[in-house]
Every structure is written in C-alpha cells, then in structure tokens.
C-alpha cells in the first residue's frame, strides 16, 4: 500500500472520529471541534487523493480545493464559536435542549466548573 | 473516570453502526480508485500557459477555478458581517495601559518581519506556493499582535473604511467578471494576454479584503465585551 493511501485512510478514520463524536457529544463547543476534525480528515482525503494522481507532481486541483477548505472551515468554525459563545452568556448553558439537559449530560468531574 | 449517562450513551450505540458502514463504505471507495489515472494533472498542465501565472495550484485557484475562490472571499464576507452584527460592530481598542514592555517588545520585533514575509508571500503566489490568503493571514495575525498589545488598531478600521475593505475581495472578483463579459468572453474567463495582470490586481485586493475580514473573525472571537 503505497503512503498516499494510508494518508487517505488516515483522513477516513480522522472523518470518523469527528462525526461519532458529533453524534454522542451535547456540549456545543464540542460539537463545534468535533466539526472541524471532521474538516480536517476531509482535507487529508483530498491531499490523498492527489498525490494518487501525481505525474510527476501531485493533481493541483484537490489542492487548491484543501486551500479553499481550510479558510472556509476556519470561518464556519470562527462563526460557530461566536455563536456558542453568545448562547453562553444569554442563558449560561452549553447545551441545547431543555434546560435540564445542561445537568444530565455534563460529566460528573465538570459539574463545579 | 468519567460517568457516561445512558442518555449520552445512546446515541453513541444507535451512532456506530452506521458510522462502521460508512466506514467501510468509504475506506473502500478509495482502495477502488484507479491507480494509473492522472486526475487533472494532465488537464492543468496543457493550459497552464494560458494561466497567466507559472505556479499550478494558483492557476487553479486564481484562473481554472476561480469561481471557486470567489464563494470562499464572499463566504469570509457573509462571516465577518454577521461577526459584525452579533458584536455590534468591532470591538474597541484596548485600552493603552494594557501595554507592557514585553508585548511592545515583542510586536516592535515581530511586525516588521511580519510585513516583509507577508508582502514576499504575495508576490511569490504566481510562481511558488503561496498568494493572497497566505498573505493576508499573516497580515492579520499582524493585526491581532497590535491589539492584544493595547495599540488602537480597530479604529484604523471603521464605518465605510471597514465596509469597503471587507467587500474589496468579493467585488474585485465581481468586477473581473463584469469586464470579461462586457468584452464578449465568458465570466471570468481572462484572455492569455491579460490573465496575469487580473489575476495580481485580484490577489493583491484580495489580500486586503482577507487581512480585514480575519482581523475581524479573531477579534470578534475574544472574550472581552460580551454581556
């Protein structure tokens, strides 16, 4: 298996990991990280993918798509924190849902915090 | 050890068979990729005299895609306003008394290196990899060193200075488009000829438009002045 490959699979499994923590997670601002893991093993995919096609260099295409990426990421992620942290200081709570939620799913070790 | 409670815990079971599917799904697909194709490698390379530029990846940026590039400048817009209106507009200077030895030291060192790097990453965009958001995240980077060190930088930036730079980027694409229809070609679609003159003239507004619209997003996203 030649090392691009692995990139790209390393870039599935980094996907994988954000998206099963976007499903089991609550806190938003993990939710927001979560997210943006799943942007990050996206790009590895990409770069993967171009270095596929390499002849003799790697496809520039995926390439400047992994650039607009990372700025478009960086603007959803930015904007997404302004938001969680806008929820936070008008209603003190880092979870959506009823307003009993916020205690049932906050670990036992950050409950004081 | 931290307590998973079954509410948390549930999603998480009902979540990971489908996230193995995809899993497999997907890891699959890329061992199905063939292996001797080219891509748009090929592709690139035929056209990219016509480029205006010498280095591919800006080629595809700045030319083949540009399209592209210009929804990402106008996604950093539809950001930035909203950053803007969540806060109000920016947030004030710091006040100068927040200004200590090091930090002054350190931007006086800093910032000069800064702008010598970021102006030598914008023209090394047509050759080399680098160009107008590399350029304008280092710029910006600058920024946010001159306010965290108290100096009165957001006030450089306001009202109808602050607008028109924030759209500079977009309408610079917006405008290349208008001109190339307006001479019968396509939507930026440039002429060999002309093609790198547009694309500097781009890159450089660009790289204004982003230094002001990252400034903004790193700014907007401090703890300080929030209710």
């Known amino acids: 298996m030649p090392v691009h490959d692995l990139y790209t699979a390393a870039g599935v499994v980094i996907f994988l990991v954000g998206l099963l923590r976007l499903l089991a997670d609550a806190h938003l601002l993990r939710l927001v990280l979560a997210l943006h893991v799943m942007g990050s093993g996206t790009f590895l995919v990409l770069v993967g993918t171009a270095y596929r096609f390499r002849d003799p260099d790697p496809d520039p295409v995926p390439h400047a798509m992994v650039l607009t990426g990372i700025v478009v990421t960086m603007g959803v992620t930015a904007l997404a924190v302004a938001l969680v942290r806008l929820f936070h200081a008008r209603t003190g709570r880092v979870h959506l849902g009823p307003s009993s939620a916020d205690e049932a799913w906050t670990p036992a070790g950050e409950r004081d915090a | 050890v931290r307590r998973i409670s079954a509410r948390r815990l549930l999603p998480l079971l009902l979540g990971l068979p489908g996230v193995a599917v995809l899993g497999v799904a997907m890891l699959r697909a890329v061992d199905g990729l063939p292996a001797d194709a080219t891509g748009l490698t090929r592709a690139i390379e035929v056209r990219m005299p016509d480029s205006g530029v010498s280095h591919p990846v800006t080629g595809v940026l ?153 400034f903004v997003l790193l700014v907007s996203a401090s703890p300080e002045g929030e209710e």
């Not at chain 2, 399209?67 to 950001?79: A, G, K, M, N």
């Not at chain 2, 009202?159 to 694409?173: E, H, M, N, P, Q």
């Open chain 2, 62 to 214: 700045l030319n083949f895609r540009a399209y592209d590039t210009w929804l990402e400048v106008v996604v950093l817009l539809i950001v930035a306003t909203i950053m803007l209106s969540l806060r109000r507009g920016l947030l004030p200077d710091r006040a100068s008394a927040t200004r200590d030895a090091i930090t002054v030291g350190l931007v006086r060192r800093l910032l000069p290196v800064l702008l010598l790097v970021a102006v030598f990453v914008l023209g090394l965009g047509t050759s080399g990899p680098g160009g107008a958001f590399q350029s304008g995240a280092l710029l910006a980077a600058g920024g946010l060193l001159l306010f965290l060190a108290g100096y009165p930088i957001t006030r450089l930036a306001e009202g109808t200075l602050l607008r028109v730079l924030l759209s500079a980027g977009g309408a610079a694409f917006l405008l290349a488009a208008l001109v190339g229809v307006a001479l019968g070609a396509r939507a930026l679609e440039f002429a060999p000829d002309v093609a790198g003159a547009a694309i500097l003239v781009i890159e450089i507004t660009v790289a204004f438009s982003l230094v002001v619209m990252l």
